[in-house]
């Protein structure tokens, strides 16, 4: 991760394997299986090459949002906060821990404020005739309206930071299909870095994304960064635009059948405030969000919204 100028942080490369609590290595397993399922449907589906350029995307995405701390991030490009930037495997936990807050110290005396990422993702259902947004969950259940017109859900995405940042989002359907939403979609463009306190929506207006027949896990994922990513960048061009073929003899996609849900940098959340949004058949209504917010001034983030497509 590059740091912005003025900014200081500090690595600490502490061996705390013993202080792992069994959550941790519960969670990493999940997240290990999310991956191989979906990377298994993406090949399936659309073959080796186009796997490869999303693993592409995702490894950018992991080099780069580095939290200080993490294993493999860039100490050529932060600056000790003490005498010594070498701790060795020996180092405690609890030295660990005070390095850590010292650099909070540290970023509160620049005044420094972290990341904040305020989420939205709305489901737009019809009740008794009307169309209403409601905010989705993690593990909701959304549903399309092939077979079922009255039925069927459509989709709106709403975001807000608090600083100027470089902001990334791609949506990743039940088949392992990448589909880049901001800043550059197929329908539209916008700029990085992204303007603070302005809350951008996808798609504008009462505009909604609608589902396709294809039914499984479906993942969304955040990327706020201090910095551009290019290596990302370039990866989200070379998936933009491409026409969806199914590899041959292949009638049917196979479906991503567990979430992968990348979640780093996260120090906090709370709820967002109320904002208005507008159905499709123009009625204004207040929805909620979400704020996730980044551990230290120092950190990006990555945040995964995941529902289930049926």
Not at 64 to 72: N, V
Request: with cysteine; proline share 5%.
């Amino acid at each position: 991760m590059k740091v912005p100028a003025g900014r200081t942080t500090v690595i600490v490369a502490a061996s705390i394997g013993a202080a792992c609590s069994a959550v941790d290595v519960v969670r990493e397993v999940a997240l290990e299986t999310g991956r191989h399922l979906l990377e298994r449907s993406i090949t399936k589906n659309y073959g080796q090459s186009y796997k490869e350029t999303v693993d592409r995307m995702f490894e950018s995405v992991m080099v780069a949002t580095l939290t200080p701390g993490e294993d493999g991030a860039d100490s050529a490009e932060v600056e000790p906060l003490t005498g010594s930037d070498d701790f060795g495997t020996d180092a405690s936990v609890d030295d660990a821990a005070a390095l850590l807050d010292e650099l909070e110290a540290v970023e509160a005396a620049m005044d420094l404020a972290p990341i904040e990422l305020e989420v939205a993702v709305l489901r737009e259902a019809r009740v008794d005739g009307r169309f209403v947004p409601i905010e989705l969950s993690d593990g909701d259940t959304i549903r399309d309206g092939v077979g079922r017109a009255d039925d069927g859900d459509n989709i709106k995405i709403r975001f807000e930071v608090n600083q100027q940042c470089h902001v990334y989002a791609v949506w990743i359907d039940a088949t392992g299909w990448v589909t880049p939403i901001f800043p550059r979609s197929d329908a539209y463009s916008h700029v990085n870095p992204a303007t603070p306190d302005l809350t951008y929506t996808l798609p504008e207006g009462n505009q909604w994304f609608f589902l396709d027949e294809h039914r499984g896990i479906e993942n969304l994922y955040f990327i706020a960064s201090h910095e551009a990513i290019p290596n990302l960048e370039s990866a989200i061009g070379d998936l933009l635009g491409k026409e969806r073929t199914l590899q041959a003899g292949l009638d049917q996609p196979i479906p991503v059948e567990e979430p992968y849900a990348i979640m780093r940098g996260i120090g906090g959340t709370r709820e967002g405030r109320l904002s208005s949004v507008r159905t499709s058949d123009d009625r204004v209504h207040d929805v909620k969000s979400q704020v996730f917010i980044a551990e230290f001034a120092s950190s990006d983030l990555v945040v995964t919204r995941w529902f289930r497509h049926e």
